[in-house]
């Protein structure tokens, strides 16, 4: 017999993980059980430990009263197992969720449970497009309402009173739209009312159509606006030009340089056991019991003589443990974090020592890595990494990782671009590094390296006149023999390890530049001295696993390349999972940018 668990009505808010409250990702992380919808994104999902039983319980179309009833006795049936259930909600559980619904069957069948409100997509969907639901020009009221059965003998809203609101906000409105617009109409309200529907809020989908009371269901219909959107009408719309006008563009793409890591909890470390090179090295770290040595700090270089290790090897080893957030590097050298050591440590009373070592042995043969740490040099090849991957399957890699990062790199171009010329010369003055070019659309733009196709639907999305070509030299496909280019950015250019290969690229590429030409350059790139991304530790042990002479792409190596070329670097910024997109154009540029930014006044 189990004790009662308990449900939790969780928010998700419009869909990135980012909007999630912090309590709610820690439920999620949390749950035993997760019963989610059609609104809840993989992303979101992801943060759930991997033993958690994932329930999908979409409504289809006409299907609703029946699927509601069993997700009611689903919730019931979980908690009365023990189990603790999060029931994830698109935006605020209480708003068109029938969260309130649920609430009342849970508190019927006297099982506990907790409301956690989330961002709501009516609010946040006219946010996102740079429209406040209220303004003190405009209105001092706003309306929500569900645009569901606007069409149906089911409508019960009062279409006089609404036509009056100041905003109305509409939500499950994409199909009625027409509808809605004509009833609005009839009851009063001007058909030059502006109006605008944002599907996907917060998402690369993210789109944004602009209209009136009279043409919006057109627009939508023309646009193929789809499920999730929102509609709002009224004056508050023109808002959004307005600040257009001001500011490059208010949609938020995701920013992957934001990351929630509030450090490992006994989940994260499951997880860690269980998964491909951190098991291999967290099984090597539990077995030599390191966590306890390292309750004081302690060099790479002691820990290695001690225990008649590689120095080179164990560094590197303790890198990727700092890298995976179970140590932190000091001056004085490494040590276990607070929270490593609560769970990591065997003397420990909240140890999972024995768990996690027993499934780090289950799942990988973490001894290889105690062979490399001895001895410096891996044991056979493709020691590590099993198979050493075939050309087609890194190729296929290389395109996926391109095709992810191809949206956020184009956004940090766009930041770039669009930057107005009094912030141009700010952060010129206070970064001596590139003056940002002149504000306007990129004419021509090569993209040389992965996901061609990619980077070619980003740019048209944001530039629809750009002229986008593409080649992958990494594939042997020659650059274009006409110069000329405005952009040209190279994606994932710096695959493997190889600088003469790289020359080569940079050679082609500042030839195709145009005079005023800027490059982007989009890798994984660590600066010396500072501490990489968890992958790019992972993926450089592994590589260097295979291949002792691997050494990796820093800052500094890509300077120098850079340099090579008569190219000076601009401005990095992080992407994501260490990915970083850095900026070059050509250095005597750069010393005319130098001087311009010198005789502006202070
Ligand atoms: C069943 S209602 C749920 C509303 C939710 N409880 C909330 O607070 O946002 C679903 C509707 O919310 C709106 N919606 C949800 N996520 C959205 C998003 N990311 N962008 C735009 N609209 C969204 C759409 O109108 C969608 O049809």
Excluded at 584 to 590: P, V
């Amino acid at each position: 017999m189990y004790s009662t668990g308990k449900v939790y009505l969780v928010g998700a808010g419009p869909g990135h993980p980012e909007l999630l409250t912090l309590k709610a990702a820690e439920l999620i992380r949390r749950g035993d059980v997760i019963v989610y919808d059609r609104l809840i994104q993989e992303e979101v999902l992801a943060l759930a430990k991997p033993s958690a039983e994932r329930i999908y319980m979409g409504k289809p179309v006409g299907r609703h009263d029946s699927r509601q009833d069993e997700i009611n006795e689903l919730l019931v049936r979980k908690a009365r197992e023990g189990k603790t259930v999060v029931r994830l909600k698109g935006g605020d559980p209480f708003l068109f969720g029938r969260g309130g619904e649920e609430a009342e069957y849970l508190a019927g069948n006297g099982i506990p449970f907790e409301v956690i409100p989330g961002v709501c997509s009516a609010l946040s969907a006219p946010l996102s497009a740079g429209i406040p639901v209220t303004h003190r020009d405009y209105a001092s009221a706003v309306t929500i309402v569900t645009g569901h059965n606007a069409a149906t003998a089911e409508d019960r809203l009062d279409w006089r009173a609404l036509a009056r609101c100041d905003t109305l906000v509409l939500l499950m409105a994409v199909h009625n739209t027409g509808t809605i617009a004509r009833k609005l109409i009839q009851c009063g309200r001007s058909p030059q009312t502006p109006a605008a529907i944002i599907q996907m809020a917060f998402w690369h989908e993210e789109r944004v159509v602009i209209g009136t009371l009279e043409d919006i269901a057109d627009r939508v219909c023309a646009e193929g606006i789809k499920p999730p959107a929102t509609l709002v009408i009224g004056e508050v719309v023109r808002v959004r030009e307005k600040l257009q006008g001001a500011q490059r563009d208010l949609q938020r793409y995701f920013d992957s340089s934001v990351h929630f890591q509030p450090g490992p909890g006994p989940d994260q470390l499951l997880r860690l056991a269980a998964g491909g090179m951190a098991a291999k090295v967290l099984g090597w770290a539990l077995q030599t019991r390191l966590f306890d040595r390292f309750e004081e700090a302690v060099t790479a270089y002691d820990f290695a003589a001690e225990q008649a290790l590689d120095a080179q090897a164990t560094s590197e080893i303790l890198r990727v443990l700092v890298a995976l957030g179970l140590l932190e590097s000091r001056p004085e050298g490494y040590r276990n974090l607070e929270l490593a050591s609560r769970y990591l440590t065997s003397t420990s009373p909240m140890s999972l020592r024995e768990l996690l070592l027993y499934n780090c042995t289950q799942t990988e043969e973490w001894q290889r890595i105690a062979e490399f740490t001895r001895t410096g040099v891996p044991g056979k090849p493709g020691v590590g990494l099993g198979e050493v991957a075939s050309a087609e399957q890194r190729h296929a890699a290389c395109e996926a990782m391109a095709r992810f990062a191809a949206p956020g790199a184009v956004e940090k171009l766009a930041d770039v671009w669009q930057v107005p010329v009094a912030q141009q010369v700010a952060v010129a003055s206070r970064v001596p590094t590139l003056v940002p070019p002149p504000r306007k659309a990129p004419g021509q733009v090569l993209v040389a390296g992965w996901g061609g196709d990619a980077h070619r639907d980003a740019l048209l999305r944001r530039w629809p006149d750009a002229h986008v070509a593409a080649c992958n030299p990494l594939k042997g496909e020659p650059f274009p023999k006409e110069g000329g280019f405005d952009w040209v950015i190279l994606a994932g250019a710096l695959e493997g390890n190889d600088s003469a290969q790289f020359d080569g690229i940079l050679d082609c590429a500042v030839a195709c530049l145009a005079p005023q030409g800027q490059l982007m350059l989009h890798d994984r790139v660590t600066a010396a001295g500072s501490l990489p991304a968890a992958e790019i530790a992972l993926a450089s042990l592994a590589k260097r696993m295979v291949n002792p002479a691997h050494t990796d792409w820093t800052a500094e190596r890509l300077a120098a390349a850079f340099e090579r070329h008569g190219l000076a670097m601009g401005q990095s910024d992080t992407l994501f999972a260490g990915y970083t997109t850095i900026f070059a154009a050509r250095a005597e540029r750069r010393a005319q940018s130098a001087a311009r930014v010198t005789s502006v006044p202070a």
